[in-house]
């Protein structure tokens, strides 16, 4: 089975790229976060872990990989970003560091839902799109809003994302969608995975 991460950075986003990944608020963004931060880690990737939900947990990665081994965690950093106050100039540092090949981000227009902060997304999100395309990549993801059918916040990430993927679930199965397929997926203890052999 073909793994997103491998998918990721193999595939055709391979120089750099910001990825949004998008769909209804409950169908399970942190459960296929960690497992691509689940896989990162047991391939050498060093990501940071950007939480705007504040369920983050890292017990549940190590359950995933089954080890009780805090150490295995020294591959990804974490940063707590449920408010939008002086989180431009902490990412901006961060992103000084040229650290990670990896970002991801759990829930990135969250804190920035008050009206007097809202454009500061758009500056967030060009500031991952430049990093991405300085060769990193960056995963984030928004849940749809029902009036609109668009993530949120999508007048500010619009102009900076590279690609959007929709989470969908029919039935038991779990879909992820782009501009030109559509990929069941399942989450394992070694990552996440399409269930197809086939590239997407």
């Not at 691509?36 to 940071?48: C, V």
């Not at 190590?62 to 080890?67: A, G």
């Not at 990193?136 to 749809?144: E, G, N, Q, T």
């Not at 992820?176 to 086939?198: D, L, M, P, Q, R």
């Amino acid at each position: 089975m073909n793994s997103i991460l491998n998918f990721i950075f193999k595939g055709f986003c391979q120089k750099g790229c910001f990825i949004e990944i998008c769909g209804e608020s409950d169908i399970g963004y942190e459960q296929l976060l960690m497992g691509i931060a689940k896989e990162a880690i047991m391939s050498d990737i060093l990501s940071l872990y950007v939480d705007s939900t504040g369920r983050f947990r890292p017990e549940r990665i190590l359950q995933m990989i089954n080890s009780d081994d805090l150490s295995i965690l020294k591959g990804l950093d974490f940063l707590s970003a449920t408010d939008s106050t002086g989180l431009v100039d902490r990412i901006n540092r961060i992103f000084s560091l040229n650290k990670y090949d990896l970002i991801i981000w759990d829930g990135l227009a969250y804190p920035f839902f008050e009206t007097s902060s809202s454009h500061k997304l758009g500056l967030v999100s060009r500031m991952l799109s430049i990093y991405a395309v300085s060769g990193h990549k960056v995963i984030a993801s928004d849940p749809l809003v029902e009036i609109t059918g668009l993530p949120a916040g999508h007048i500010y990430t619009d102009p900076y994302v590279h690609l959007r993927l929709i989470l969908k679930r029919k039935g038991n199965k779990l879909f992820i969608e782009g501009a030109n397929f559509k990929k069941e997926y399942i989450v394992t203890s070694n990552g996440v995975f399409f269930t197809s052999t086939t590239d997407p």
